[in-house]
């Protein structure tokens, strides 16, 4: 047995946090998945807003055709931002299954995106903004799963 071995601070009982800190974890997962939820909110309902308002002139840089398209997606992202507020005020119990499907609807945009610029139909110009928010999106559903892990006390 070396010196280090038997030092008292080194012992397998003073690898694991202290109590009150464990006790707190879900509190702050908690806390920090509503603040993620409240930001994809925020900016899916910025995007939605942009997106109406002018949809004529992101459906011609972007590509997008018709407009009515761009119009829809827009509505599509409103009504997903009032959603996600809603999601990020429910009480835990409700909180955690709808965050997974918060999660979910941001992966299946990612998906969708990265179909859409492989197909080919978007400007290039789209095809950059695309790819951008879908890299923005996949890192909110990552974030959200990564607090939703720890709120379900899997994570360290």
């Known amino acids: 047995m070396s010196i280090i ?3 008292p601070n080194l012992t397998r ?3 694991a946090p202290p109590a009150a ?6 509190a702050v997962a908690e806390r920090r998945l509503r603040q993620v939820l409240r930001a994809n909110a925020m900016s899916s309902g910025l995007f939605g807003l942009v997106g109406l308002a002018g949809a004529g002139y992101w459906s011609d840089r972007l590509g997008l055709e018709p407009v009515a398209l761009t119009a829809a997606l827009a509505i599509g992202l409103l009504v997903f931002a009032a959603d996600v507020w809603w999601i990020a005020s429910q009480p835990v119990q409700r909180l955690r299954p709808l965050a997974l499907a ?3 609807a941001d992966l299946a945009w990612v998906a969708a995106s990265i179909t859409v610029v492989a197909i080919g139909v978007l400007t290039p110009i789209g095809a950059v903004v695309a790819i951008v928010v879908a890299v923005l999106v996949a890192d909110f559903a990552l ?3 990564w607090f939703h892990r720890r709120l379900a006390g899997n994570g360290r």
């Open 13 to 15: 009982q003073h690898d």
């Open 5 to 7: 071995d038997s030092s």
């Open 143 to 145: 974030t959200q799963l």
């Open 21 to 26: 800190s464990r006790s707190t974890a879900p």
């Open 102 to 104: 918060v999660s979910a």
